[in-house]
């Protein structure tokens, strides 16, 4: 059985991607995303912890991120693990990165407006009503419990 590397994340850009084009021309943008998970201690004091992950996209997803991302947008984004390494001074380092396999943008079509994204589509959607579904139908349980095992 094989295993499973798989990153789901919500949360906010901290910088705008930077970009990379490689001489073969494939491109990669790499940024920064923060993460908050809010909760209270046993005192009832409110703690809120913010996670920072290094993100890359490559290809056309650098392209679209290079597009539409920017520092503060909040995006849910799925992706993998990746580790990697290199030598610097004569010592190893190693850096933990997602690689982003898509993502979509949350949160209103303009962030200073109050109006969701998700409102506007539901309004450009017919208006007609739709007939209720049926009922579902049930059969009643048997009620001779005999030959029950136990």
């Known amino acids: 059985m094989s295993g499973v590397n798989k990153v789901i994340l919500i949360g906010r850009l ?11 021309g494939s491109k990669r943008a790499s940024f920064t995303m923060a993460t908050s998970e809010i909760y209270k201690d046993k005192n009832g004091n409110r703690i809120e912890n913010t996670e920072w992950h290094n993100i ?3 290809r056309n997803l650098a392209e679209k991120a290079e597009q539409y991302l920017t520092k503060g947008k909040l995006i849910y984004l799925e992706g993998k693990l990746r580790t990697r390494s290199w030598d610097e001074n004569g010592s190893k380092r190693y850096i933990t990165e997602i690689e982003a396999s898509t993502f979509t ?6 962030e200073g407006e109050s109006t969701p994204v998700v409102t506007q589509v539901a309004n450009a959607q017919a208006t007609a009503p739709q007939p209720p579904a049926p009922e579902p139908t049930y059969e009643p349980l048997p009620q001779d419990t005999d030959d029950l095992p136990f």
């Open 14 to 24: 901290g910088k705008d991607p930077d970009m990379r084009t490689f001489e073969t």
């Open 56 to 58: 890359v996209c490559w």
């Open 105 to 110: 943008m949350l949160g209103s079509k303009n």
